[in-house]
């Protein structure tokens, strides 16, 4: 039996891009903003080290950090930063570690089967969901992620952190620095990559630590080897060159000068609360959607905890069998590419099946609403393919 094809929406999303990560670079960009990078230098002499500071200078202001916090350049993106962080700290306290996404649940494994520690408590809670935030013990160190990338689902606030804590909060806030409302004073390390809400280029990390997490690097000693690239003190004290501008190892010039740009755009939209601005507009765009449509719902169950970046949505439809939910999704994402409208937006391989829409700081919201009726196409005719097969 013949289909007649249905309508396809008329306007398009100027920009399709709406991968996780790496994430759409601003609009306007292009490669004439590398023209100033130091290329062919020697990362640690005089120009190239005050072009480095100056990132990490511009980031603490942006970011508002309190001015007794450190920031650092450091490798192989947010996961290098978050592995230096637990290498590092870990180990004279037990540890609870908060998982409910794919990389939350990597952290478990590191500390578990890689560091081996034996007093470990991994607070688990299913995609869609948080763990019980009032179960975490503040006498131990607590490792979470801000945003679950991979669920659409992030911590409401930083009030369940009490200021009064014993152990040292460590975490990932790779999707969520710059756009999300992140309480500083609450976190002790942050990790984040330029790659997620910037819209940078991947393998640098950037890691934020507060004094009680200097503290912790200069009285304790790791019984473990510690890597070079994981390095943060030498002889018993904080390396204060990282935190000045010194790196590891050598970094890209080519990509610190994108993530200059990328800061420039931060300015340009007001600051931190320009970007978060953003985020919530292009998230808002997506939940008025939902909200009057009755074949998809967030994955996110609570509204108070659902991400304003990584969006994740999931088939609802009671039409669409639910053993063949994965690859009907997938299907649909392939169909969205193959227009040209949409890259890069079906859901995490080990989440459950359905879409992820990224929506921070770097994407406009005039592009997210563009794509929604084709959301609806692609639905509607993968339901009509699926009943026509059958």
């Not at 935190?243 to 970094?251: D, H």
């Not at 995490?348 to 359905?354: D, E, Q």
Request: glycine share 6%; with cysteine.
């Amino acid at each position: 039996m013949s289909v007649t094809p249905l309508t396809k929406p008329a306007r398009r999303p100027e920009d399709p891009r709406f991968s996780s990560g790496p994430c759409t670079k601003r609009k306007g960009w292009s490669l004439d903003v590398l023209k100033g990078a130091l290329l062919g230098r020697n990362h640690r002499q005089t120009d190239t080290l005050a072009r480095i500071a100056e990132s990490l200078s511009r980031t603490r202001t942006l970011l508002e950090l309190p001015d007794d916090y450190r920031v650092a350049l450091v490798p192989a993106s947010d996961t290098g930063a978050v592995e230096m962080a637990i290498w590092n700290l870990l180990g004279p306290r037990g540890v609870d570690v908060l998982a409910w996404e794919a990389f939350s649940a990597d952290w478990v494994t590191d500390i578990v089967d890689e560091l081996k520690l034996s007093d470990v408590r991994a607070l688990e809670a299913p995609y869609g969901e948080l763990p019980d935030l009032t179960a975490v013990d503040f006498t131990r160190d607590v490792v979470f992620a801000w945003n679950g990338t991979t669920s659409g689902v992030r911590v409401p606030d930083g009030n369940w952190i009490p200021d009064s804590r014993e152990g040292l909060t460590i975490c990932d806030g790779t999707s969520a620095v710059f756009a999300q409302d992140m309480d500083w004073r609450k976190l002790d390390v942050t990790t984040y990559s330029w790659q997620k809400a910037l819209g940078g280029e991947a393998q640098h990390g950037m890691l934020i630590l507060s004094p009680r997490a200097a503290e912790r690097l200069e009285t304790y000693t790791p019984p473990w080897p510690m890597p070079k690239l994981f390095r943060l003190k030498q002889d018993g004290k904080v390396l204060e060159s990282l935190f000045e501008g010194v790196t590891i190892n050598t970094p890209s010039m080519l990509c610190l000068e994108d993530y200059m740009d990328a800061l420039s755009f931060v300015e340009s939209i007001g600051g931190l609360k320009g970007a978060i601005a953003r985020a919530d507009a292009n998230a808002a765009a997506i939940a008025d959607w939902v909200a009057r449509t009755a074949w998809v719902d967030f994955l996110a169950r609570d509204p108070e905890t659902r991400s304003n970046t990584s969006v994740c949505l999931k088939v609802v439809d009671p039409a669409i069998p639910a053993d063949i939910h994965a690859d009907f999704a997938k299907r649909m994402a392939k169909r969205l590419a193959g227009e040209g409208v949409a890259f890069d937006i079906a859901s995490y391989r080990s989440a459950p099946p359905g879409l992820r829409i990224w929506t921070g700081t770097t994407v406009e919201r005039s592009d997210v609403e563009a794509l929604m009726p084709w959301l609806d196409w692609a639905f509607e005719s993968e339901k009509e393919a699926l009943a026509t097969a059958v």
